[in-house]
């Protein structure tokens, strides 16, 4: 059985979590070798496609040195369903206790995704820290993530939506910012072309970010 990571650990292994989507299992592998490649081992495989599942089992089955995980987990049949394909760790775009709970019992490390005081203070309350703040440029980005600063002096947060390598090196130098997620790794265009090079050139430049 393969170790899982705690959320902190997922959220410190690199500067970024790629977000993935994929619609076709056929990329799966070659797209995770290619990440790998570039020095990025976190891989968040959205559960937004039909292929999704089969995506990550080829994932975990295959590409030993990748950490695949769930993104878009919304329920416990979600965290349960990526549990059984192999996902290490979760991430959910918003926060209830029911995927905290399911997560915590399967124990599959989550990032919740907050956008407010108040998801903030539930996640909180069922002992996660390490959280995902999304969408993060919509909602507030680096001026946000400053006011939180305060209140919510013991959180790391991973800012997601609306991140690009422009805006990554402001949120990455943030103090309560542990890394930065997006999908820019993976270009559906370089997917299509089979232009994994390009996937290990934008992962390199990626894991190579200060923070
Ligand atoms: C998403 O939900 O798709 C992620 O937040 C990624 O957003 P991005 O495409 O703006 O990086």
């Known amino acids: 059985m393969a170790v899982k990571p705690t959320a902190l650990e997922v959220m410190l292994a690199a500067p970024v979590i790629p977000?993935?989507?994929?619609?076709?299992?056929?990329?799966?592998?070659?797209?995770?070798?290619?990440?790998?490649?570039?020095?990025?081992?976190?891989?968040?495989?959205?559960?937004?496609?039909?292929?999704?599942?089969?995506c990550m089992e080829a994932i975990a089955k295959e590409v030993p040195d990748a950490v695949v995980g769930a993104g878009t987990v919304r329920s416990a049949a979600d965290a349960q369903a990526a549990a059984m394909a192999g996902a290490r760790f979760a991430?959910?775009?918003?926060?209830?206790?029911?995927?905290?709970?399911?997560?915590?019992?399967?124990?599959?490390?989550?990032?919740?995704?907050v956008a407010t005081g108040s998801e903030i203070m539930a996640a909180q309350e069922d002992g996660y820290t390490a959280l995902k703040f999304f969408p993060a440029m919509q909602a507030g980005g680096v001026a946000m993530l400053k006011a939180w600063q305060g209140p919510f002096a013991d959180v790391k947060f991973c800012p997601t939506g609306g991140v690009n390598p422009a805006n990554a090196r402001e949120l990455l130098a943030l103090p309560n910012v542990a890394c930065v997620g997006g999908s820019w790794l993976t270009p559906a265009d370089a997917m299509k072309a089979g232009d994994w090079q390009k996937v290990t050139q934008l992962a390199r430049e990626a894991a190579a970010l200060p923070r």
């Open 91 to 113: 991430v959910s775009p918003g926060y209830t206790h029911a995927v905290g709970r399911a997560c915590h019992d399967l124990g599959l490390a989550l990032l919740p995704g």
């Open 19 to 54: 977000v993935i989507v994929l619609e076709d299992v056929a990329y799966a592998v070659p797209l995770a070798r290619a990440l790998v490649a570039g020095g990025i081992r976190m891989l968040e495989v959205t559960l937004r496609t039909p292929a999704a599942l089969a």
